[in-house]
């Protein structure tokens, strides 16, 4: 059971990159999915999630506007769309299932190995 996430990278202020978060060994379609984010120094923090139909997302308000999460269950897989990125978007983010959306990491139940994102110029 594993997720992966990939698409992340060297990006310029006000650039733009894609996340996803694929399974492996079991299917998303029955668990929220989060994506989290950690950089140096600090402690991880929520900045998404999705719910298991798609029909409810939830943003950080630090996101809200700029990122878009989704789900396309038929491929296993959610995305993190970034738009106007800013330096202090800079981190490793991970995706994690879990039972239903939460800020907090313990709900979930898995999690990625995650993806560096670095926004500088």
């Known amino acids: 059971l594993q997720l992966v996430e990939s698409g992340g990278g060297l990006v310029q202020p006000g650039g733009s990159l894609r996340l996803s978060c694929a399974a492996s060994g079991f299917t998303l379609e029955y668990y929220a999915i989060g994506w989290f984010r950690q950089a140096p120094g600090e402690l991880r923090e929520g900045v998404s999630c999705v719910s298991r139909t798609g029909g409810s997302t939830v943003y950080a308000d630090s996101v809200k506007g700029r990122f878009t999460i989704s789900r396309d269950n038929a491929k296993n897989t959610v995305y993190l769309q970034m738009n106007s990125l800013k330096s202090e978007d800079t981190a490793e983010y991970f995706c994690?299932?879990?039972?239903?959306?939460?800020?907090?990491?313990?709900?979930?139940?898995?999690w990625g190995q995650g993806t560096q994102v670095t926004v500088s110029s």
């Open positions: 994690a299932a879990g039972p239903g959306c939460s800020s907090f990491e313990s709900p979930y139940d898995y």
